[in-house]
């Protein structure tokens, strides 16, 4: 499901989307937070924030491709996840994963036991 967002920018640049879910963690649609270079993206919490609330979501699911191919969570990537399941704690929505996916795979922060 979150490949079919990336068609072929997959390898050419970084972007970041969130997946909305409701309370049975189906998913409620998505938002395309950010598009950046080559190498990083801007992600910026308080839009994440604003279309949570704004459609009433319980749950989040933060995605952003490596167009490198690399399935390891950066450091920022790691600054990134611990700040926003505290921001979205505080709104009562759970940060349920964080993932980085590339088009041969993905890592999952849930999995890793980073969150």
């Known amino acids: ?3 079919s967002l990336y068609d072929e920018n997959i390898n050419i640049y970084e972007s970041c989307y969130i997946i909305l879910l409701n309370q049975q963690k ?12 080559i190498t990083a993206t801007v992600v910026d919490l308080r ?4 279309f949570a609330v704004q459609s009433l979501s319980v749950g989040v699911i933060l995605v952003h491709n490596h167009p490198s191919g690399n399935l390891t969570f950066s ?13 979205l704690g505080i709104l009562d929505v759970v940060l349920v994963d964080s993932m980085v996916i590339t ?3 993905y890592i999952s922060a849930a999995d890793e036991g980073i969150i």
Do not use: N
């Open 1 to 3: 499901y979150i490949k």
């Open 103 to 105: 088009d041969s795979g």
């Open 47 to 50: 839009l994440i924030a604003y």
């Open 26 to 37: 189906k998913t409620k649609g998505w938002v395309k937070i950010s598009q950046g270079g």
């Open 75 to 87: 450091k920022t990537d790691i600054d990134l996840c611990k700040r926003l399941k505290e921001g």
